[in-house]
C-alpha cells in the first residue's frame, strides 16, 4: 500500500461525506415539496441513510483488508467494488417511485454538484505530486475532467437559473461530462498493474485498492455518473 499523506485522505474523505450529506439532503427537499407524509419522509430519509452507511463500511472494510490487492485474480476483485453501484444505479433509474421523488428537484439540483470535481482533480493532482498516481489520471496529462467541475456552476446558472442559454446547452455539456468521466475511468484501469495494463510509466494505479479511495470507484465516480443520467434524461424528457 503506497504512504498517503494524511492531509490529501482527510481532504477526500471530506469530500465523500460532504456528497453523502448532500444526497440526503436531496432526499429531504424533494420530500418537502412533494407534500409526502411525515411517515413516508422519514422512511425516505432512513433508508437512504442506512444504504450510503452499508456501503461506505463494507467499501471501507475490504479497502483495509488487503483483500483487492490480489492483481493476478480473474476477474479483477476491484469488480466487487465497481459492479455493485452501477448495478444499483441501474435499479433506482429504471425505478418509478425514485423518479417520481426526483420530479419536483430543479434540473440545477443535477449540474451545480458536479463542480465537486474541480475538488477532486485537485486531489488528484496532489497524489501526481507525491508521486502516488502516475501523470495521466491529472490534468498534467491529459485528464482534463476538472473542465467539467469549473462549468458546472456556469451550465447551472445561465441555463436554469437566469434561462439565458437554451437547455440544449446543458445536454451537450451533460454528455460531455459523460465522455470526460469515461476517459478518466479507463484511463485509470488500463494504468493498474494488471496483466491488461497499457500506461506503463510508474507509479502504477493501486490507489482505489486502499482505503479511502477505494471510495473514488465505489462511491464518488457513480455519484457524477448518476447526476450526469438524471439530468440527461430530464432534459430528453423537457423538464426544466
Request: hydrophobic share 55%; proline share 8%.
Amino acid at each position: 500500500m503506497p504512504y498517503i499523506p494524511l492531509h490529501i485522505s482527510a481532504l477526500f474523505i471530506a469530500l465523500v461525506f460532504a456528497i453523502a450529506f448532500l444526497i440526503i439532503i436531496a432526499v429531504q427537499a424533494a420530500g418537502r415539496r412533494l407534500n409526502l407524509p411525515f411517515e413516508e419522509t422519514s422512511k425516505n430519509n432512513l433508508v437512504t441513510i442506512v444504504v450510503l452507511l452499508v456501503w461506505l463500511m463494507f467499501t471501507l472494510i475490504i479497502g483495509l483488508s488487503g483483500f483487492l490487492d490480489d492483481f493476478t485474480s480473474k476477474p479483477p476483485k476491484i469488480l466487487l467494488i465497481i459492479i455493485p453501484p452501477l448495478l444499483f444505479l441501474l435499479v433506482i433509474f429504471l425505478s418509478k417511485p425514485f423518479h417520481d421523488l426526483c420530479e419536483p428537484l430543479d434540473n440545477f439540483w443535477f449540474v451545480y454538484p458536479q463542480s465537486f470535481r474541480i475538488l477532486m482533480e485537485f486531489i488528484l493532482w496532489l497524489l501526481f505530486r507525491y508521486r502516488i498516481i502516475p501523470v495521466q489520471m491529472t490534468f498534467a496529462g491529459g485528464n482534463y475532467d476538472i473542465i467539467i467541475g469549473l462549468t458546472a456552476p456556469v451550465v447551472a446558472y445561465y441555463c436554469f437559473n437566469r434561462k439565458l442559454w437554451s437547455p440544449k446547452a446543458a445536454l451537450v455539456w451533460n454528455f460531455l461530462g459523460l465522455g470526460m468521466l469515461t476517459y478518466i475511468m479507463v484511463v485509470s484501469i488500463l494504468s493498474t498493474p494488471y496483466q491488461f495494463r497499457y500506461f506503463m510509466n510508474e507509479p502504477a494505479n493501486t490507489l482505489p485498492f486502499h482505503f479511502p479511495f477505494v471510495w473514488l470507484p465505489g462511491f464518488v465516480v457513480p455519484f457524477a455518473l448518476l447526476l450526469h443520467i438524471l439530468s440527461i434524461r430530464r432534459l430528453i424528457l423537457g423538464k426544466s
